[in-house]
């Protein structure tokens, strides 16, 4: 058995060795771990610059460290602790440390052991050995054999780590604390120097409109020069970096920093960052579209005095386009529309004030100064708008503006004048005078007569017609005998009645009158008492008798006319008054001779007009109505050989075949093309529409107002078609001129002639179009789209030098005869609908290198850019032929750069060979992505490239940019299939982003 000082030493020994490695262990693994805890901290701190560290990763991070703290327990605490220390690995390693052992140590361990192999060996021996060594055993002390090394090791592995979390606790103790906290999954922003905060978390901003986003931003040293970013994220883009710029700075710790987003076209999210600092949570923006009035009314509600309908309500009178001209003291009523729900409407009265400038709100331009502002009442709908102001001479305009629940005002707000004018006097007209003995030999006016005289003590048969605005209040006649005093004579009214008949203000008798009913005053009443007044034309017939003036003798004259007054309540208003007509009075015998004598001379007249009638027959009829005789099983009477259309001297089409609606999905109608486009109008054909089956309808109109809302009764969305036949004599070249509710285009002999997307109110001449008529029947056909409410159209042609209806143009709304409906070709091998932009310089001729706007910003077509000497946008171009000549389009042959762009459709991925001709140098991009470059001086030719490319399903856009060195300037373009080298079937092209 070992002696118990050798075990005692030993085990003294081995504890002091397990607690160095303990240690040891200990230092390791606080190194791994810190190391560990550091890059997780520092990998949340980068992180957390852009954005917030995903759960994910810090749940990852932690229990990696977790798993490690595990690790490092298991190899370097747990581990030391249950390592055997045999006494003879201690007993060695003190016989190294102690020479002077001699082997005497490990000698009295080994051979005093259990089972230790002494056979052969003196007992005496080995006691005297152990003996030995236990007696220098006594003198030492084991433990501080042990390896102190490690001591110094831990110190200086430890050290290191504990210095610099101690350097980097003392300078960043909130941030250490943080990063720290986070590690465990609590929920704590990291401090940085910068703080920004969103002004708005939740942005509405107007659609089409430059975006600025504006930050609160705290910290420390803020400068003008500070530069950072702003990230903005749409669903299913990619990310958009903006310079994020001070704006205002309050000092040099507190300001407001904003970035300019040009006009995104959809809904966006978007982040900020700043030095170190960032917005903790994403806002969003979402844009909305301004409101716009669609529709907007007036009407002239009239004063009291002109009576009022039925239900009691004034008569009002609706002003054209708006534009309001009316009495004073009349009212005015408004009504607008908006293409969506507003929560405020205001309509601005304009004019000039006593002092000559008037306090106008800040939104009103200070050319025009607002004299009053008055809220509309607003339809429970919400997109419409009413109110009432009254009339007053010093106001001269009027505009209304909306408001939507956001705040955003419509733009350019519509502006109507105002005009007050005085109201007209009465008319009043003495009626031609007539031989008594007319009766029904002829018409009326063969027996009219001037200066009849009067035979003494006869009487005098007056006849008048009268009208007034206001209505017709009572009459009189003014008479006078040579130059005596005028005397007045009230005239009293009279009562139509069922068997009298209908007034005839041109006879100024009722239909069923006699010869001898006396009508003194008569005022008509209205037609239509639910919509118009009445009493505003009137008249009478009468006799005066002679007889009743005193003192009259042969050789006398007689001066009378008639004075009207209307219902006007001004009590010093003048009366409207007549020419007046005098009499001479004359015997019986006198009349007579007077009376052959006129009768005479209208024979004379009457002969000298019927011989030239003769002479001029011929012509006459060739200015009538063409016939052809009659075949023997023709109806009674002339046939007429060509329908006339349209009344004599107006230059509107009133008749056509109508076809609708058509579906218009989400305002895309204007771009749809349904059958008419593609096949002509088949009058016979049924086609699938908004709700059903329809086909062509004639429409014949009694105005030059197209009324495809009343026609269809469809006030949707929608599209409609109308086509009619022009016959010309000959080759001539007219003036096409529309006006549409909403968007319009137009095809002469499936020929696009005119294209306008619009929302707005039909209006005669809106477009004006220069178009080419062939000989014989010219095929016309019009579409028109419309989003909501009213939905009309005009169309006329005009002479180009005299604005009249052109000479010899006949219409017809069938197809004429020999004149075949086939369906045009709807397989075009070139693209000729395009955006185009440009010009653009070039005057080094880089311009095929130098990246425009184009090529590195979105396509926004209503945002201008810097063209050679004038502000540009995208215009939208149809080319009657395949070549899309910029030249021309431009008018402009110097050098320059120019860009189309377009968008086609595929069902799905399918490739594609692009055709092309160009002058000069050309690229082309699919989807953002350059497919093709060719930069080369040339003349262009239709096939001079050609490449493959791949289009994607749904919507490809294209863009082209042609660069000219001088003159000519245009391009080829051509979509073809790469099986068959035809043209490429399946597809849809648009010019409008979808």
Same mark, same amino acid.
Request: some cysteine; aromatic content about 8%; glycine content about 8%.
């Given at each position: ?5 050798? /075990? ?147 110190? &200086? ?66 400068? !003008? ?65 301004? $409101? ?79 004299? /009053? ?14 109110? &009432? ?26 502006? /109507? ?23 029904? !030999? ?11 005289? &009067? ?22 006649? /003014?008479?006078? &005998? ?54 505003? *034309? ?140 593609? *096949? ?312 409008? $982003?979808?």
């Amino acid at each position: 058995m070992v002696p118990r000082t050798i /075990r005692r030493q030993l085990a003294r020994l081995r504890r002091r060795e397990r607690g160095l490695a303990l240690l040891w262990g200990a230092a390791r693994g606080f190194a791994i771990a810190l190391s560990a805890l550091a890059v997780a901290c520092l990998v949340d701190w980068l992180i957390d610059l852009r954005r917030d560290t995903p759960w994910s990763l810090r749940w990852t991070m932690l229990g990696v460290q977790i798993l490690l703290w595990c690790l490092v327990a298991a190899v370097f605490l747990v581990r030391p602790l249950f390592r055997r220390l045999h006494d003879s690995w201690l007993a060695l390693w003190v016989e190294e440390k102690a020479p002077s052992l001699d082997h005497r140590l490990i000698s009295a361990v080994q051979l005093n052991r259990g089972g230790a192999q002494t056979h052969g060996m003196s007992p005496e021996l080995i006691t005297a050995v152990s003996r030995e060594a236990e007696s220098q055993v006594q003198q030492m002390n084991f433990a501080r054999l042990a390896d102190h090394r490690r001591l110094r090791w831990c110190a &200086v592995l430890v050290f290191p780590f504990l210095a610099a979390s101690a350097l980097l606790f003392l300078l960043c103790p909130a941030t250490v604390k943080a990063l720290l906290a986070r590690q465990f999954l609590d929920e704590r922003d990291i401090p940085r120097s910068i703080y920004l905060e969103s002004v708005h978390w939740d942005l509405v901003w107007p659609s089409g409109e430059e975006v600025v986003l504006r930050f609160h931003v705290k910290g420390e040293a803020l400068a !003008d020069n500070l530069r950072g970013e702003v990230r903005l994220q749409a669903q299913g883009q990619a990310s958009e970096f903006y310079p994020l710029m001070a704006e205002t700075l309050a000092s040099e710790k507190e300001g407001l920093f904003c970035a300019r987003v040009p006009a995104p076209l959809v809904d966006f999210t978007y982040q900020a960052r700043l030095k170190d600092g960032r917005t903790r949570q994403a806002s969003s923006v979402h844009l909305e579209a301004r $409101p716009i009035i669609t529709q907007q009314r007036a009407w002239l509600v009239l004063p009291s005095y002109y009576g009022s309908r039925p239900d009691g309500k004034p008569f009002e009178q609706e002003q054209p386009h708006g534009d309001v001209v009316g009495m004073p003291g009349a009212l005015v009523r408004i009504a607008v529309q908006a293409q969506k729900p507003i929560a405020e409407a205001t309509l601005d009265l304009v004019g000039q004030t006593s002092g000559g400038a008037a306090t106008a709100p800040s939104s009103a331009p200070a050319r025009e100064p607002v004299l /009053r502002s008055i809220p509309l009442k607003l339809r429970p709908d919400g997109a419409r708008a009413e109110g &009432v102001f009254p009339l007053e001479s010093a106001q001269t305009a009027y505009r209304i503006r909306v408001r939507d629940r956001y705040g955003f005002e419509n733009l350019d707000p519509p502006h /109507r004048s105002l005009q007050v004018v005085t109201e007209p006097l009465p008319q009043v007209a003495l009626l031609p005078e007539h031989f008594a003995t007319a009766g029904d !030999d002829g018409p009326a006016e063969d027996f009219e007569v001037e200066g009849v005289p &009067v035979p003494m003590g006869g009487s005098i048969r007056i006849a008048y017609a009268c009208s007034a605005p206001a209505g017709l209040g009572r009459a009189q006649l /003014r008479y006078r &005998v040579n130059e005596g005093p005028w005397r007045p004579l009230p005239l009293a009214e009279a009562q139509g009645s069922p068997p009298a008949g209908l007034f005839d203000p041109r006879r100024g008798a009722f239909a069923k009158s006699g010869a001898a009913e006396q009508i003194e005053f008569y005022a008509v009443p209205s037609s239509e008492p639910e919509t118009l007044p009445g009493r505003v *034309e009137g008249g009478g017939r009468f006799d005066f008798q002679t007889r009743r003036l005193p003192d009259l003798k042969v050789g006398d004259k007689i001066e009378f006319y008639v004075e009207a007054f209307d219902r006007h309540p001004d009590p010093d208003r003048p009366p409207g008054r007549s020419e007046a007509r005098v009499k001479a009075v004359v015997t019986p015998a006198e009349l007579e001779a007077w009376v052959r004598q006129t009768l005479q001379e209208e024979s004379r007249i009457r002969k000298l007009e019927g011989n030239q009638r003769g002479v001029f027959a011929s012509a006459a009829n060739g200015d009538t109505e063409e016939t052809v005789p009659q075949s023997p099983n023709s109806l009674d009477g002339p046939v007429p050989l060509r329908p006339r259309l349209r009344d004599a001297g107006s230059t509107f089409v009133r008749q056509w075949q109508l076809l609708g609606p058509f579906p218009s999905p989400d305002d895309r109608g204007h771009d749809i093309a349904y059958p008419p486009e593609t *096949e002509g109008p088949m009058l016979a054909k049924d086609y699938e529409g908004e709700s059903g089956k329809i086909r062509w309808q004639l429409h014949a109109g009694d105005t030059d107002k197209i009324d495809l809302e009343k026609f269809f009764n469809h006030d949707e969305a929608g599209v409609a078609y109308a086509a009619c036949w022009v016959r010309c004599p000959d080759r001539r070249q007219v003036l096409l001129a529309t006006g549409s509710d909403d968007g319009i285009k137009v095809w002469i002999n499936r020929k696009l002639v005119l294209a306008k997307r619009a929302h707005r109110e039909a209006i005669t001449g809106e477009d004006q179009e220069r178009v080419d008529l062939g000989p014989g029947w010219n095929e016309l056909l019009v579409k028109i789209d419309n989003k909501f409410g009213s939905w009309a159209f005009y169309l006329e042609l005009r002479d180009l030098v005299s604005g009249k209806p052109p000479r010899g143009l006949e219409f017809q709304a069938a197809p004429p005869p020999g004149v075949e409906q086939r369906p045009a070709l709807v397989n075009s091998k070139f693209v000729r609908d395009w955006q185009l932009l440009g010009p653009f310089p070039n005057p080094d001729g880089n311009g095929h290198t130098r990246p425009f706007p184009p090529e590195t910003e979105k396509i926004a077509l209503k945002k201008y850019y810097d063209g050679v000497g004038i502000k540009i946008r995208w215009r939208l171009h149809h080319s009657d032929q395949d070549l899309i000549d910029l030249g021309k389009f431009f008018n402009f042959r110097l050098p320059c750069v120019g860009y189309g762009v377009c968008w086609v459709r595929a069902e799905r991925k399918r490739p594609v060979v692009l055709s092309i001709g160009s002058d000069d140098g050309i690229k082309i991009w699919i989807n953002k992505k350059l497919a093709f470059a060719h930069e080369i001086s040339r003349h262009p030719v239709p096939g001079q490239d050609t490449m493959r490319a791949s289009l994607s399903p749904g919507w490809n856009e294209l863009l082209v940019k042609v660069d000219n060195t001088g003159g000519e300037w245009g391009f080829y373009l051509e979509l073809r299939d790469p099986e068959t080298n035809k043209p490429l079937q399946g597809v849809e092209f648009r010019t409008t $982003p979808p």
